[in-house]
């Protein structure tokens, strides 16, 4: 049961990444990596929620899952956190 979970879960996200432009959200680069803006350790329940996902470039993917700094930047990419998760957006976002 839990690998026909798993399947679906890749199957959503793998449609995902077929029906969103290849271009970075951030810097406009081409780009392949879907990033979740709440990350999957600390929020597994937004894995596939859409508004959870973006396309990144690898450099603003990285910077965006290491660097405290360079996340609270992002407004856009808080406002969607928001539509997903206030709390947890705004605790992985450093905000309020």
């Not at 392949?32 to 999957?40: A, I, M, S, T, V």
């Amino acid at each position: 049961m839990k690998s026909l979970n798993r399947k679906r879960k890749e199957n959503v996200l793998s449609e995902y990444k077929k029906l969103h432009p290849k271009q970075c959200v951030l810097c406009g680069t081409p780009a392949n990596d879907l990033c979740h803006l709440l990350p999957r350790s600390l929020f597994p329940e937004y894995i596939t929620d859409p508004n959870n996902l973006v396309i990144m470039c690898r450099d603003c993917h990285r910077l965006h899952d290491d660097s405290i700094e360079f996340r609270t930047m992002q407004e856009k990419l808080y406002s969607q956190a928001l539509l997903v998760d206030v709390l947890g957006a705004n605790r992985y976002y450093r905000r309020n």
